[in-house]
């Protein structure tokens, strides 16, 4: 079974400043998915960005970005230039290459930018 | 579709009723998923839908739970017997082929509250 882990509950950015999210992994699986979800207050998950496992390029969408270093099981997420509709909750998700296509998502980080 | 619909956006029902949620899809997405969000936690898998078979129903915490998608388009989750602790957001999510990398586009949920 995989599980994801966010470390950190709850983080806070000054508009326009940068901001890194943490999330790692474990999993037996060789070839999986790695996804960035954000959850506003209106309940809907969007996708914010998503990682192939077998790129070793660093997946980026714009001012998002990520870290994704295979080895160390770790997944995190850059955003830069912070803006105030970035506040969310931000979950990141696993998903394995075959098989079971369900995601296994993290606790999840509660992101607040400030003006 | 615009995007994945859910209704009701709330549901209120007391303990021991009976609760259909319904869930719309994206226009041809093959793949459907339900997930259950708890208060301050991440979506957990419920059960996914490949057509009108429920390819993976292991997330389903027991017997009172069951899902249905007919025609291969809009999913119901039924929950019978409710009780207190099935309080939480209900998600759906649709996907065009339900493969791996795909995207799952999500809906805005059910709140449901079992008094």
């Not at chain 1, 882990?5 to 709850?10: A, F, H, V």
């Not at chain 1, 994704?68 to 509709?85: E, M, N, P, T, V």
């Not at chain 2, 009108?52 to 998608?69: C, E, K, M, Q």
């Not at chain 2, 409710?82 to 795909?102: I, K, P």
Request: net charge neutral.
């Amino acid at each position: 079974a995989q599980t994801v882990t966010q470390s950190q509950p709850e983080m806070s950015v000054q508009e326009a400043e940068t901001v890194t999210l943490s999330c790692t992994y474990d999993t037996s699986e060789s070839n999986y998915y790695l996804f960035w979800y954000k959850q506003p207050p209106s309940r809907q998950m969007i996708l914010v960005i998503r990682q192939e496992a077998y790129k070793q390029q660093n997946a980026t969408e714009n001012r998002f970005s990520v870290n994704f270093q295979k080895a160390a099981k770790s997944f995190s997420l850059k955003i830069s230039d912070s803006q105030l509709g970035d506040t969310a909750m931000y979950f990141c998700a696993f998903r394995p290459g075959a098989g079971s296509y369900q995601l296994t998502f993290g606790k999840g980080t509660k992101l607040s930018v400030i003006p | 579709g615009a995007g994945v619909s859910q209704t009701p956006s709330n549901k209120v029902t007391e303990k021991g009723k009976y609760v259909e949620l319904r869930c719309d899809p994206i226009s041809g997405h093959t793949a459907l998923y339900w997930y259950r969000q708890s208060l301050g936690q991440g979506p957990e898998f419920l059960i996914y839908f490949q057509g009108t078979g429920a390819a993976d129903d292991s997330g389903l915490p027991n017997d009172r739970f069951f899902a249905v998608r007919p025609e291969g388009s809009v999913s119901t989750l039924k929950i019978q017997r409710t009780e207190r602790g099935d309080s939480a957001v209900y998600l759906c999510a649709s996907s065009l082929l339900g493969l791996g990398g795909d995207e799952q586009f999500f809906g805005p949920g059910t709140r449901l509250t079992v008094l």
